[in-house]
């Protein structure tokens, strides 16, 4: 029987990933340790095998905490549990150093404590910065670490205290570098899912700055495959980016959506710019595709489709979510730029 520790299991990517995990291996058992803030959320663990999947609620800054649930020699621990929004790192960078940063480090201590077979550290193309504006330009395991928001900045620090951990105390890391998700259950804060929900109700759809910036996005599944590959086979200490081969200008994305669903282009909204705002970021996965044989198998157009049609049957899992804190991060965030 193989055992896994997911933090932040009830979040977007990590409740993808538990299904994945489960999907993938009879003999498994999974601990799901997630504080539940406004991003996690029990819905997205609906239908899971119980007697397979255990959730405990508890914050990754919390030692005893993690010590109590984390099971002794644990085959590998999966670190998904973060701040995750950008622009609210832009706003308040402590929780973001509190729980990418320490809660990093806590984990790697319990990890050691309990003898974990290996540790996954689910990192962010961010943290190799922006891009030049040029085509030919891509983002590789060799690229220079260079943040540029305090999201990026605190996820390239836990990426130190990852190798740190590593090459003091032999713990057995990895780290995956992936771009940006899109799929089922992502928090509407992020631009695919807010694009959506405001074109489903005839809002606007705020696009930042000219709109020409580029991110590369991969389905979340694809991406939830790729960490089980370098779980598996990926070389002790070595760093592997994650990409499906498809950088996109935000303008392109929101019109496919509007397409999509037949909705005007009009619902545009141009807003102030995101401060620090990284132009372009394009991974180039070769490393994963050549040494682990991994390659995404989700296609943009296919995966946006299933993505919108989610999005359009989950009307109530979209109003449950946008209640309460998001609505006044909403109002905060957006009502000075809409009404500009
Ligand atoms: P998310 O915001 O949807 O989910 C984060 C989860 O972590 C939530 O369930 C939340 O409750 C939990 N959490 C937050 N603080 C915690 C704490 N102190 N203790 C325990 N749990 C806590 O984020 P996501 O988009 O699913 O991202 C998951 C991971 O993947 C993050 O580490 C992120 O940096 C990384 N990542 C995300 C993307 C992306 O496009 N979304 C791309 C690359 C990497
Ligand atoms: O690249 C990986 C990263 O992708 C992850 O590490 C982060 O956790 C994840 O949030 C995401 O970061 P981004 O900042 O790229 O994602 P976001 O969805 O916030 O924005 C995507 C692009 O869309 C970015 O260029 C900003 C723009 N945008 C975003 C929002 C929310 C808008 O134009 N309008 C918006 O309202």
New binding site residues.
């Given amino acids: 029987m193989k055992s896994f520790f997911v933090t932040g299991g009830a979040g977007f990517i990590g409740s993808e990933f538990v299904r994945v995990a489960l999907k993938s291996y009879e003999n498994l058992k999974i601990v799901d340790f997630d504080a539940l803030t406004y991003a996690g959320n029990l819905e997205n663990l609906r239908g899971l095998d119980d007697a397979r999947h255990i959730f405990v609620k508890g914050d990754i800054c919390d030692k005893q905490a993690v010590l109590d649930a984390m099971p002794e020699g644990v085959d590998a621990v999966f670190n998904f549990a973060a701040e995750?929004?950008?622009?609210r790192s832009i706003e308040s960078a402590n929780e973001f150093v509190e729980t990418n940063v320490l809660g990093t480090q806590i984990l790697l201590d319990c990890a050691r404590e309990r003898g974990a077979g290996r540790f996954v550290q689910i990192s962010?193309?961010?943290v190799m910065g922006t891009l030049p504006e040029r085509d030919d330009a891509f983002f590789t395991e060799d690229s220079p670490i260079a943040p540029n928001s305090p999201?990026a900045a605190s996820?390239a620090a836990a990426e130190q205290f990852v190798r740190a951990a590593r090459e003091t105390f032999g713990i057995d890391t990895v780290v995956t570098r992936?771009?940006?998700n899109y799929g089922f259950r992502q928090f509407p804060?992020?631009?695919i899912p807010?694009m959506i929900s405001n074109a489903l109700n005839d809002e606007p759809l705020?696009?930042?700055g000219d709109?020409r910036?580029v991110?590369d996005w991969i389905f979340v599944t694809d991406h939830c495959e790729a960490i089980l590959e370098v779980y598996e086979k990926g070389s002790s200490g070595e760093t592997y980016n994650i990409g499906a081969r498809n950088p996109l200008r935000?303008i392109e994305v929101v019109s496919g959506i509007l397409d999509h669903l037949g909705k005007p282009h009009s619902l545009i909204k141009p807003v102030e710019d995101?401060l620090g705002?990284d132009r372009r970021?394009a991974i180039d996965p070769t490393r994963i595709e050549t040494e682990l044989g991994w390659k995404a198998r989700i296609g943009w157009e296919e995966g946006l489709a299933k993505t919108i049609e989610w999005y359009v049957s989950n009307e109530d899992w979209i109003a449950s979510v946008k209640s309460g804190e998001y609505q006044e991060f909403y109002e905060r965030y957006y009502s000075h730029r809409i009404a500009q």
Avoid: A
Avoid at 84 to 87: A, E, L, Q, T, Y
């Fill in positions: 995750s929004h950008v622009d962010t193309d961010e999201y996820k992936c771009g940006n804060e992020k631009l807010l705020p696009l930042y709109g910036n991110r935000n995101r705002h970021y």
